[in-house]
């Protein structure tokens, strides 16, 4: 109840002051689907720095962590994005899985309690974001609990959703999977690693903001 009068006031001071300053756009998704590379590429190829770490290991991600002022230029517009980096969302994370990565089991235990906390701080920064690009790896099933669960989640709260299919570089990528699975998204596919479809990408979310 709270929830939805504090979206309904947001929604009136949005719409009165309709020149959007900082648009806040979430990057969330399952652990690993490539969120920090995508939000670093951008931030690199418009302010020179990266947001975050990346790594293999999954619930590399385990604090919000966000980039304020981001100016992105596209087809002669320009806006300006808070991008906010989130911990990977998952159901169950099981501290053994990341000793098959080499940790230590102490190491594997402080990360899995650490990653837990990154999962409901990604949560709680939900009903701040004006808009969502959810990243899926594509080269994975796209039919999982977590992204049913965090793309209705953002439907519920009415903030538009704008799904980013990453790893088309790998051979195993397939995007009609993902668009089988979310057919009423726009849906984007790109390689945050390689740079593939990149201006596509910037177009997609352009279409986001204005939504936003
Ligand atoms: N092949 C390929 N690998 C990628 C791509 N983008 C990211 N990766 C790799 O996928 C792994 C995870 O990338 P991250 O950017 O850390 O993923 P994340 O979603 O931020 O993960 P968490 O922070 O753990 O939730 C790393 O090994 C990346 O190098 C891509 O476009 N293609
Ligand atoms: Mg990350």
Not at 94 to 123: H, V
Not at 186 to 194: N, Q, R
């Amino acid at each position: 109840m709270f929830s939805a009068i504090k979206r309904f006031s947001r929604n009136i001071i949005k719409s009165l002051f309709k020149k959007r300053e900082n648009i806040k756009i979430g990057f969330y998704g399952p652990p690993n689907a490539g969120k920090t590379s995508l939000a670093n590429r951008i931030c690199k190829d418009w302010t020179g720095e990266e947001i975050g770490m990346v790594s293999k290991v999954p619930h590399e991600t385990r604090n919000v962590q966000f980039k304020e002022k981001v100016e992105i230029k596209h087809k002669g517009k320009t806006l300006t994005f808070k991008l906010v980096d989130t911990p990977g969302i998952a159901t169950k994370i099981d501290y053994e899985e990341f000793l098959n990565f080499g940790l230590k089991k102490d190491e594997a235990k402080k990360r899995a309690k650490e990653a837990t906390q990154g999962i409901i701080e990604s949560i709680q920064w939900l009903d701040d974001m004006d808009a969502v690009v959810v990243v899926l790896d594509a080269a994975e099933n796209p039919y999982s609990q977590v992204n049913i669960t965090i793309i209705g989640n953002l439907v519920a709260r009415k903030i538009p959703v704008l799904i980013v299919g990453n790893k088309i570089d790998l051979k195993k990528a397939d995007l009609s999977k993902i668009e089988a699975a979310f057919p009423d998204y726009d849906l984007v596919g790109i390689s945050a690693k390689d740079g593939l479809n990149i201006e596509e990408f910037y177009e997609s979310l352009f279409k986001l903001a204005k939504k936003a």
